[in-house]
């Protein structure tokens, strides 16, 4: 089962793409975390990104291409894969079309979480994420804070801000994704696969909805 998560930084793609990957049983293979492990542990696709991700811009696509080829020929995605924040532009998605041609694979499920953009800085301000690489739970400090005040309920590491979540970075990453990831919708819109779904509200609700959704489109 093949998935695909859009939406604008902030929609919440993080907070349920590990619910459904967790209830689908398949791997969330996020973008973001990924470059931010690999800035961590200081590898060469790692030193290339990070002066990007510090500007609120897109990381070269040389550098995600190859990662994501690595990910979905692993056996790990052998039963299908969500991912999350790649493709981001027109190239990628067709660099993903390639890929997935080769693996002999189709994206069955193509999700828009649609968010009224007036929500989205305070959501990127106030998250606080799970500092435990095998969790990377997001929360926020008012919308879904924490039990205990900096620990994770899930696995109870400290919490912490991520570096590009500083409001004067915002406005730049919301204009990134308006020029070259919004025009994914309609890439996408053009196959029967694209499914919206509204991310204002529960994430509760949101999730209910979504597991509906992949239900009807793929079966899932
Ligand atoms: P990435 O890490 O992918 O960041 P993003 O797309 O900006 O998305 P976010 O992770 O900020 O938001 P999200 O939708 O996951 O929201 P979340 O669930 O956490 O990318 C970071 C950078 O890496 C990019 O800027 C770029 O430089 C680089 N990069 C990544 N992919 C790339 C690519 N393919 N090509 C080139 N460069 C790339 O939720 C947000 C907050 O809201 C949380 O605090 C959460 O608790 C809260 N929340 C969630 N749902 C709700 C709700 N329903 N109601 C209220 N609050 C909610
Ligand atoms: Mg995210």
Redesign the pocket.
Known sequence: MQILFL?A????????CKRVAKQLNIPHL????L?REAVKAGTEAGVK?KS??DQ????P?DV?IAMFRDKLSSSDCAKGFLL??????LA?AEALDAMLKEIKKDLLCVVDLKVDPSLLTE??T???VCTNKACLT???IK??PPAKEGHCDTCGSTLMTRD?DKEELVAK?LT?YNEQTAPLIEYYGKRSILKTIN?????EA?FTELLAALQSKCHA
């Open positions: 939406g930084p902030g929609a919440g793609k993080g907070t349920q996020s973008s973001g975390d470059l990104a990007f991700m609120g811009v897109l990381v696509d995600l999350d924040g790649f493709p981001r532009n990628q959501r990127i106030g998250r606080r997001p929360f926020h919308f879904q590009d990453r990134t991310g204002d509200g529960e994430p949101i």
